[in-house]
């Protein structure tokens, strides 16, 4: 079956990011498990080759899929990876005492697919390391794939994989229900908050917590993260976050 890629397909609106890979054909097999299931936006954090998108290894594991590779973004930072981004998902093997709210793949896969506003990006570990708890902890939700509890840790090629078709399964089940009942897009009220603003919005609100003398930056204990799985269970839209941004200077005017 063809799908139609809208604008608003999560063809378009999923993007995959790779943070601190080591080896080329891991991101050339990420390249080929993409663009089998009808994905293109692939962004690389800090690889460890520089030269990652045309090392040979990448481009023999990408076997036809070197059109993702070359259009493939390579930044320093996290935070440049997830630029435009509403709905940031770490994907990892190992859950976390502080972590976001944990999903299974097919429960991400119909929540974005379903939620035509919603750009999303899907965040994944080095080979050795995993994920670093500060990028699991800013994401708003933990997708784990449910494996075997002796031996969970999957290839990263084969959990990205995992991720897109499911994605795929769920837009071809979309497509089915709209041709057979004329549903049509459902949407979100307002405009998601991308992560940029709702870094900005923690950052705001940690410094008014700070000058009211409810933070002691000295001790912070877990006050923010904390704090940061509540809003991410949120799904926060703009004015959300304008709010709590207007509340933040408000402490900081009261307390000058
Ligand atoms: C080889 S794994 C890294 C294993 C690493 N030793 C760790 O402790 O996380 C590479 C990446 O694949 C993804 N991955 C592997 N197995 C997974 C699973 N069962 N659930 C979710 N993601 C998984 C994660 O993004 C992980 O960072």
Redesign the pocket.
Known sequence: MNLTISDTSVFKRLRIVL?DTSHPG?IGAVARAMKTMGFSDLYLVNPRFSDALTHPEAIAFASGAQDILSAAKIVDKIEDALLGCHYVA?????LREFSPPIMN?RDFADKVVNSNALSAAL?????????PNEIVLNSNVL?????NPDY?????A???Q??VYECRMQSLARENSSEKFGVSDVGFQGEMASSEQIEGMYNHLEQALIEIDFLDPENPKKLMPRLKRLFSRAQLEVEEVNIMRGISKKMMDWKK
């Open positions: 943070v891991n770490a994907v990892s093997a190992r793949p965040v994944f570990g080095s080979e050795r390391y995993g994920l997708i784990n794939v449910p494996a969970s840790s999957l290839n990263l084969q959990a990205v995992i991720l």
